[in-house]
């Protein structure tokens, strides 16, 4: 018998632009390994595509059609009992709905403006398990969280350490940066983890 070959990714798109759908369904319909099983406009359909196709992974935009925004859908298609990998393309609100979707338990985050080439790449890599992150590298938790609830929960310290989680840093890289041991970088996430899932629509995926 032959080799049988994997199978196409399996990918919806949740985005409240008509064009920008469009241009995904353009992108992924050259490929040969991905096939966009639906497209939704708003949260309802969202979760209508995640339960019904049930997709691989699922590309979202931050702003939709109609009701909750990108971060709300993303949070939750995470708490389905069967989450699907969510990769988030962000327009204008780039640099603003990091931590948010972060928070919400985006798998993958890059600008919208990103090309084709490295929108696919990203969307084998995510469903393969990987976790893409294009994050300004002076982006800071403190200044993102300015006026959150979540920013008087946190010390000095668990702020810097939800910074080098923000730049998709390891628990190891966090202790080497902060010349700190493994054992108190873990501790910090662990804190920085219960403090934030005691605020409703927060909570910080290790």
Not at 41 to 63: F, I, M, N, S
Not at 104 to 115: F, H, I
Not at 157 to 177: D, F, G, P, Q
């Amino acid at each position: 018998m032959g080799r049988q070959e994997n199978p196409a990714l399996r990918v919806g798109v949740v985005d409240g632009f008509p064009v920008a759908r469009a241009g995904l369904r353009g992108f992924f319909g050259a490929e040969a390994r991905i096939r966009m099983v639906g497209e939704a406009e708003d949260g309802e359909g969202a979760l209508r595509l995640v339960v019904e196709e049930l997709p691989d992974l699922v590309v979202l935009g931050y702003d939709l059609a109609s009701g909750p925004d990108g971060v709300q859908v993303c949070r939750s298609i995470k708490r389905l009992p069967d989450p699907v990998r969510v990769l988030v393309l962000a327009g204008q609100s780039f640099a603003e709905s990091i931590l948010p979707f972060f928070l919400a338990g985006a798998d993958s985050y890059l600008p919208r403006r990103s090309d084709r080439a490295a929108i696919v790449e990203a969307v084998r890599r995510t469903a393969a398990g990987e976790r893409i992150w294009i994050v300004p590298q002076d982006i800071e938790a403190s200044s993102m969280l300015e006026g959150d609830p979540a920013k008087a929960r946190l010390t000095s310290r668990e702020l810097e350490v939800l910074t080098l989680k923000l730049r998709r840093r390891t628990n190891s890289e966090i202790a080497r940066s902060l010349n700190i041991s493994l054992h108190t970088a873990k501790h910090h996430v662990t804190n920085i983890t219960r403090k934030l899932d005691e605020i409703p629509g927060a909570g910080l995926r290790t």
